[in-house]
């Protein structure tokens, strides 16, 4: 069985919904409800009556036989008439076992502001109707197959405070547009094989308290501002590719504390001014326990016609080779 609950999907969209609104008259006006539900003949005062009846269409369309004859709809999908209901202000149909993919009709809930699809099975790419919703401020897909692509339109959530993806074969560059939501309080992308560089844009996410990016593939260095954001306590950026000496002062180091962890990548290491009494996961820069830092030089650095493979060659270069193979 695909779905882990026992009842249909929209009845249990619809007994969620009547149960949290407030206003409960004890007898029905819509007819086709009193056939469908004879023993819940409701119908809440302040519910729009075409939201109700796209609830019992969604029903319509699926059976309550357990086993699922191939003729019906998949019953573990996400229906795309949920797009109908207009004032549907939280979806949870986490950890059912959801497959398929993410509807484009989810971008008509104008009035979302909870979103959570996580731990479910499904695929696809977000689509980019998810945009429109201006309202949301919860968004959790984690634990999912998505992969490919973030909206076009990302950077016009301007409410979204919390952003939970982790756990999703996605395997692009961050996207820069994340800088934009300035409301962005927590963005979680661990484990979902990102690469390239962090980009510089995180650095104005000024009122953003936890970033989670361990387990990815990302490069380069870590963005200097990022010592700079006043609510930050909580910075996981583990088991990459990141190198270059850590960016942080001692009192940045010492406000997030064990809440901070950049262990995992072989070329960061902390500067001994910085390092006395911390633990974050790196070597201090010189020791044995760190590689050697050599930063590239800039384009506007190097000389015409030599490539950057080029200039590694130079006696910083030989050097930092013969400590890597007496090291073997």
């Not at 590719?241 to 942080?248: D, N, S, T």
């Not at 016609?305 to 200039?311: A, D």
Request: proline share 7%; glycine share 8%.
């Amino acid at each position: 069985m695909c779905c882990s609950f026992s009842l249909s999907l929209p009845l249990l969209l619809l007994l969620l919904l009547l149960i949290s609104l407030p206003s409960i008259p004890s007898v029905s006006t819509n007819e086709h409800a009193k056939k469908q539900q004879p023993n819940k003949n409701i119908q809440p005062d302040n519910m729009d009556p075409s939201e109700l009846e796209t609830l019992f269409k969604i029903m319509d369309t699926m059976s309550s036989d357990q086993n699922w004859r191939v003729s019906y709809p998949n019953p573990c999908t996400i229906p795309y008439q949920l797009g109908n209901l207009k004032n549907l202000a939280g979806l949870d149909l986490s950890y059912n076992s959801l497959t398929g993919s993410i509807p484009d009709t989810i971008g008509h809930l104008g009035m979302l502001q909870k979103l959570d699809f996580s731990s479910n099975l499904l695929t696809g790419s977000i689509p980019d109707s998810i945009e429109k919703l201006n309202s949301l401020a919860f968004l959790a897909l984690s634990n999912n197959k998505l992969r490919s692509k973030f909206p076009k339109g990302l950077a016009k959530l301007g409410s979204l405070q919390y952003f939970i993806m982790d756990d999703n074969p996605m395997f692009i560059p961050l996207p820069v547009e994340f800088g934009q939501l300035q409301k962005l309080q927590e963005l979680r992308l661990a484990n979902s094989g990102y690469s390239g560089t962090i980009p510089p844009s995180f650095s104005h996410l000024m009122s953003l308290s936890t970033l989670s990016l361990q387990n990815n593939r990302l490069t380069g260095e870590i963005p200097d501002d990022f010592g700079s954001l006043p609510h930050i306590y909580h910075l996981n950026l583990s088991r990459n590719l990141l190198g270059g000496v850590v960016p942080f002062n001692s009192s940045f180091l010492k406000r997030l504390g064990k809440n901070l962890d950049l262990s995992g990548n072989p070329g960061l290491c902390l500067s001994p001014s910085e390092a006395y009494g911390v633990k974050i996961g790196v070597g201090v820069c010189g020791s044995n326990k760190t590689s050697s830092i050599i930063k590239p030089l800039k384009k506007s650095e190097a000389p015409s016609g030599f490539s950057k493979s080029f200039l590694l060659f130079g006696a910083l270069g030989v050097l930092a080779m013969h400590q890597i193979f007496s090291s073997v």
